[in-house]
């Protein structure tokens, strides 16, 4: 019996932590910045990924993404399913 709860009780902790969606490295190239709404547009791949900068995202490598240009390599740290604010943007070497 013991056992048996023991089990239930670790599967059910498992599941608690792996709740949450990942927060995945993203690279890829600026397609824009929108100012208005403060969304920064990368295209990773086929795919483009819309990604919220808030005023306690990290800028690596650029004051302000206002001035990222189209075609820019970016690498975004932090950034998760639910809030898609990223946590750091960096400006990847050329």
Avoid: H
Avoid at 29 to 38: G, H, I, R, T
């Amino acid at each position: 019996m013991k056992f048996i709860t023991l089990s239930l009780a670790s599967f059910f902790f498992a599941a608690s932590v792996f709740a949450g969606c990942p927060a995945k490295t993203i690279n890829g190239k600026v397609v824009s910045f929108d100012s208005d709404s403060k969304t920064l547009t990368v295209k990773q791949g086929k795919r483009e990924k819309q990604i919220k900068v808030s005023s306690s995202t990290q800028l690596d490598g650029f004051e302000c993404p206002t001035k990222l240009a189209a075609g820019d390599k970016v690498s975004v740290d932090g950034c998760n399913c639910s809030s898609k604010k990223a946590k750091k943007i960096a400006l990847a070497q050329k």
